[in-house]
């Protein structure tokens, strides 16, 4: 018999996971910061844009995946009103929504670590939302009370967020 808290693994929690998203896709898309305050934005569209956490630093990828590297001092004007709603869902989220994890210290060496962005997400009837990294990390949201899933192949462990907002990861085997 393995309990708990002799199976955690705290060395094995995953490099990012979704700390906040806010769904706006009636509209414009699903806005989302990852666990190092970076934020992205997957939009309506197809395309996605991402502002690193130096606040400058931007990442357009296309429908057809071709990325461009910008900064928020230098952007192509087509781009400007995507811009604009990435900070706005930047700011919705600072002001409004709590961080999952935000106790949590980044390993060394994380920082290096390639950003991923929003592939693909879904709600499912269950009141859950199913977020999945380009990275291959899936996150599972439960509305209910608020505890999360995160599935971390890079790390082959799996962390739970319970009601408590405290963090538990397990490896995979």
């Known amino acids: 018999v393995v309990h708990q808290d002799e199976a955690e693994d705290p060395a094995c929690n995953p490099i990012f996971w979704v700390s906040k998203w806010v769904d706006y896709s009636d ?26 956490n130096d606040g400058d630093s931007l ?20 781009l400007t009103k995507k811009i604009t709603l990435l900070k706005y869902f930047r ?13 949590i210290t980044p390993r060394e060496g994380d920082e290096l670590a390639r950003l991923p962005f929003l592939r693909t997400w879904f709600r499912t009837r269950s ?27 890079l790390m082959a462990a799996v962390s739970y ?13």
């Open 27 to 52: 509209k414009y898309g699903l806005g989302y910061q990852l666990c190092d305050n970076s934020v992205g934005v997957l939009f309506n569209d197809s395309t996605r844009l991402i502002m690193y």
């Open 59 to 78: 990442q357009y990828i296309e429908r057809n995946n071709t990325e461009s590297y910008l900064t928020v001092r230098s952007y192509p004007s087509a």
């Open 91 to 103: 700011n919705y989220m600072s002001e409004h929504l709590l961080k999952a994890g935000a106790n």
């Open 161 to 173: 967020i319970d009601e408590k907002r405290e963090f538990h990861t397990y490896k995979l085997s």
């Open 127 to 153: 009141a859950i939302i199913i977020l999945h990294l380009s990275n291959g990390t899936v996150q599972i949201n439960f509305f209910q009370d608020h505890t999360k899933i995160i599935l971390c192949p």
